[in-house]
């Protein structure tokens, strides 16, 4: 009985191997690149009434960890579609959870609502760490984010950056 010899690879052969590899790992990058900007612009188009937002320096300050927010957004926009019992919180000065994704990292994230004393409404939590230094957020860079009613949560965009 004759036993087949195995081939020796070559430095080609290796080579053929890899940049099959590489194209493949290229491929499926560009496929999850196209289904994130797919996803984002779904969320674009769902979310009719973005609040949009220039930032200023105290929104980005390395002292200050919140974000102001409209208070005639959240009154007409937001809290309407909380639960009766979370919009009671808020307006009573408390903090409630919610669940902000970040439409171009596709990441999640938790802040906390809260109305302060003036009667101004901010996010504070890790408002600073998830989304100022880690997307590198700059005074004049317009924000957007959009309350999403049947998700229960807000999405975040940076649509322009200085």
């Not at 430095?11 to 996803?39: G, I, Q, V």
């Not at 007409?76 to 307006?91: G, I, M």
């Not at 890790?126 to 860079?141: A, H, S």
Request: hydrophobic content about 40%; some cysteine; glycine content about 4%.
């Amino acid at each position: 009985m004759e036993v087949a010899k195995a081939e020796t690879p070559t430095p080609s052969t290796f080579f053929e191997a890899a940049t099959k590899k590489r194209k493949a790992t290229e491929e499926l990058d560009a496929d999850h690149e196209a289904r994130l900007r797919w996803k984002f612009a779904k969320e674009l188009r769902l979310c009719d009434a973005w609040y949009m937002k220039r930032l200023n320096g105290s929104d980005v300050s390395k002292s200050r960890k919140k974000l102001a927010v409209s208070k005639s957004w959240v009154v007409e926009q937001v809290l309407p579609f909380f639960t009766a019992s979370a919009a009671a919180r808020v307006e009573r000065g408390e903090s409630e959870r919610v669940i902000v994704h970040d439409c171009e990292q596709d990441s999640l994230h938790v802040l906390y609502l809260k109305k302060l004393k003036t009667g101004r409404f901010v996010f504070v939590g890790k408002w600073k760490d998830d989304f100022v230094i880690r997307r590198n957020l700059k005074k004049d860079d317009d924000i957007g984010l959009c309350w999403h009613g049947d998700e229960s949560m807000f999405s975040f965009t940076a649509f322009y950056r200085n």
